[in-house]
């Protein structure tokens, strides 16, 4: 089997589940060594399913080789540590992936902004937005010294229209802008950055609540390890500065290089109706 990233060393945030085990999986697939960064250590302690050691043993059964770091993404120098210990162990990075984010209940709850919780702002702001900034900070520092390097932002196309909740759509629109600002800053120094749309993703929340979820139609959701196999087109691609700054959908990519979804299937790509009053289902 063709490795494209043997040797190569990425960190994935929020891998415990979701869109970032995904990415995390191709990258192990691809032969990456994978730092897989999370809160979750023991099953049943958070109320999904997954945690980060076991994504990290099958980045390994899957080629790579997966290291779990527990780590809070609101805690500043907890973040700092795992990317000294990126640089101890490893002596590079060559790809970050910005996952890590907070889900409050009221998320798809179909309120206003009004009427939730200001603190819904701090989560999706703090744990989405900012822990992108605070992250690729410290990955740049390894990065530009190398003069190589790709960061992936997962975003939504609710940067560009509603969707689910007005902090949802803000911290979208700040984690693209981030993406092109940083891009401008670090394009002299051969580091990439983009933003990437997936569509609606068979998660394991989804999973969890989707027979609560009837107007929910799954039939053409990309499953969890689609966005992946983008960050691992983009980080193969020598010519992955002409993508810079950008933010694209995982399903373009897609056709761009000519890679399908684990079933070999091509998803819709991104959502532009989202249900509403939906509780506890999974936004993309």
């Given at each position: 089997?063709?490795?494209?990233?043997?040797?190569?060393v990425a960190v994935v945030t929020g891998g415990s589940r979701g869109i970032g085990k995904g990415?995390?999986?191709?990258?192990?697939?691809?032969?990456?060594?994978?730092?897989?960064?999370?809160?979750?250590?023991e099953e049943g302690t958070a109320p999904l399913p997954g945690t980060i050691g076991a994504t990290a043993d099958e980045v390994t059964e899957l080629g790579g080789q997966g290291v779990a770091v527990c780590c809070d993404h609101r805690d500043d120098a907890?973040?700092?540590?795992?990317?000294?210990?990126?640089?101890?162990?490893?002596?590079?990075?060559?790809?970050?992936?910005?996952?890590?984010?907070?889900?409050p209940k009221e998320l798809t709850s179909g309120l206003p902004f009004w009427e939730v919780p200001i603190s819904n702002w701090d989560d999706m702001i703090d744990v989405g937005t900012r822990s992108a900034f605070v992250a690729s900070r410290f990955a740049a520092r390894i990065m530009v010294p190398a003069r190589r390097g790709l960061i992936a932002n997962v975003s939504s196309s609710g940067a560009r229209e509603y969707a689910w909740h007005v902090a949802y759509g803000v911290g979208k629109a700040a984690l693209d802008k981030l993406t092109a600002d940083t891009a401008h800053e670090l394009a002299p120094h051969g580091v990439s950055v983009v933003s990437l749309w997936p569509g609606l993703v068979k998660?394991?929340?989804?999973?969890?609540?989707?027979?609560?979820?009837?107007?929910?139609?799954?039939?053409h959701a990309e499953s969890q390890r689609f966005t992946g196999r983008a960050v691992v087109a983009l980080a193969s691609d020598p010519e992955v500065a002409r993508r810079t700054g950008r933010?694209?959908?995982?399903?373009?990519?897609?056709?761009?290089?000519?890679?399908?979804?684990?079933?070999?299937?091509?998803p819709d790509g991104p959502m532009h109706e989202r249900p509403e009053g939906v509780p506890d289902s999974q936004p993309s």
């Open positions: 089997m063709t490795r494209p990233l043997a040797g190569q990415c995390a999986l191709e990258l192990g697939a691809a032969g990456a060594t994978v730092y897989v960064t999370g809160r979750t250590l907890a973040v700092e540590a795992v990317f000294e210990r990126v640089r101890d162990e490893a002596g590079r990075l060559d790809v970050l992936v910005n996952n890590a984010f907070l889900i998660t394991e929340r989804i999973a969890m609540v989707g027979e609560r979820m009837p107007g929910l139609d799954t039939s933010a694209m959908p995982s399903r373009d990519l897609a056709d761009a290089y000519g890679f399908t979804d684990i079933d070999g299937s091509l």
